[in-house]
Each structure stands twice: as C-alpha cells, then as structure tokens.
C-alpha cells in the first residue's frame, strides 16, 4: 500500500522567505508527526497531531515555525522567514492511532536556507 | 541532553557474520523501544521494536535485546547481509508522550 509521501522532496531558499513543506500520511492512520534532522544527527521531534488537534507542539523551535492538519489527513509545515539554521531534513511520520507505538516515516523534505 | 545515546559511529563487518548495534537511555519512563534503518535520501524505515515488558524480540535475522536495569538495549543481526548497510537508529518513547527520542544513529557497511 502507499506510504507517506512528503513533497516537495528538495527546497532551496532565500534567507528571510516563507517555505511550506507538505505530508500525506498513510490512509486512515490518525497520528502525524513532524521531525527535524539536522546532518549528522538523529531525527528530533517536532509537533504532533492526533485527527485534527495538534496535541503537542513543545519541539517546534521558534514562533516562526506553523504546522497544521485541518481536515486530519494532510498537514503542512510552513516556516516563516527562513533562517540559515532551519537548513535541515524535514521527516514526517504516521501511525494508526494513539496506542500504536511505530511509526512510518516519510522520505523527507531536505530544506536548504542560502 | 541526549536521552538516548548510540555509541561506535561507523561498524564495518564481513558478510554473514554477526552485526551487533548498542544503544543506552537516560529516561527510566521509556517504556518502548524501536529500531529503524535509513538509507540516504530515504526515510527511516521501521524494522523492529521491543516493550519494556520484554527482554527479547526476534523477527527473521533481527533480534533486539533489552536490559531494563542497565538502561541497555542492542540490534543483531545474523547474518550481515550487503543490503543491511546502512545508518541503524535507536528510538524510544513513553505512553502518553508519542513522540520518539532517537540516538545519532551508527553507520553499518557490511562487507561482501
């Protein structure tokens, strides 16, 4: 069946634009979560989403960072004003519902701030 | 502060022999521990987990240890195979908090 697919795959932007990074969880999989991956290191949670509701939104790094899921299946991660810092891969994951503990990652979105 | 912590960055084996990973955690509410494989320019990819009910889970040439005092889990996996070569991650979580705490990750190249 299909994965989660994350687009677009490579972003390249200007210091200072706003970037918007999409995922299409795995169907009927209740949980989405964003992860940053910085080079070198392991993935690092971002924010998370159960149906609609975003219930934890503790990793996001600064106020210039937004995700949303509105209808409970596609969610976007936009990023304001992008930064050199915010140069990263942008991993985004599903799993079947609150009590399934694995979960399918996307193949990420490699953002590079020049 | 990294709670969980992978260790030997890079592991080099021969084919068919045994590929051992190592990985330690801080956080004693970690309850459940997983496993992932990524190749470059892919996504983690799930390969097996373990709860902190167990100490051992095996699926195919992967078994996963956990030692629960130690705060110590390890990956095997027997035999190395060419297309096992790839960055190995150490995952785990805590119910009621979903979100996964990973380790750098160790680079294993199985040699043919």
């Known amino acids: 069946g299909a994965g989660v697919s994350q687009s677009p795959r490579y972003k390249v932007a200007k210091r200072g634009q706003d970037v918007a990074l999409r995922c299409d969880p795995i169907?009927?999989?209740?949980?989405l979560f964003w992860y940053q991956q910085a080079l070198g290191q392991g993935p690092e949670f971002l924010t998370y989403f159960q149906n609609e509701a975003q219930l934890d939104k503790s990793g996001l790094p600064s106020d210039r960072f937004f995700a949303e899921r509105p209808e409970g299946s596609v969610s976007t991660l936009k990023i304001q004003r992008t930064q050199q810092e915010d140069s990263a891969v942008y991993l985004c994951?599903?799993?079947?519902?609150?009590?399934?503990?694995?979960?399918?990652f996307g193949p990420g979105t490699r953002l590079t701030v020049t | 502060d990294q709670q969980v912590k992978q260790n030997s960055p890079s592991l080099s084996v021969q084919e068919g022999r045994i590929s051992i990973l190592n990985c330690d955690y801080t956080?004693?509410?970690?309850?459940?521990f997983l496993w992932y494989k990524k190749y470059p320019a892919e996504g983690p990819t799930f390969l097996i987990s373990i709860s902190s009910i167990k100490d051992k889970n095996e699926d195919g040439r992967f078994t996963v240890f956990l030692n629960k005092s130690a705060k110590h889990l390890s990956l095997h996996i027997v035999p190395s195979q060419p297309g096992d070569s790839a960055v190995y991650f150490c995952a785990a979580s805590y119910y009621g908090n979903n979100r996964l705490a990973f380790g750098k990750g160790n680079q294993v190249v199985v040699i043919p």
């Open positions: 169907s009927g999989h209740v949980s």
């Open positions: 994951a599903s799993s079947l519902g609150d009590r399934a503990r694995e979960q399918y």
């Open positions: 956080n004693s509410m970690f309850d459940y």
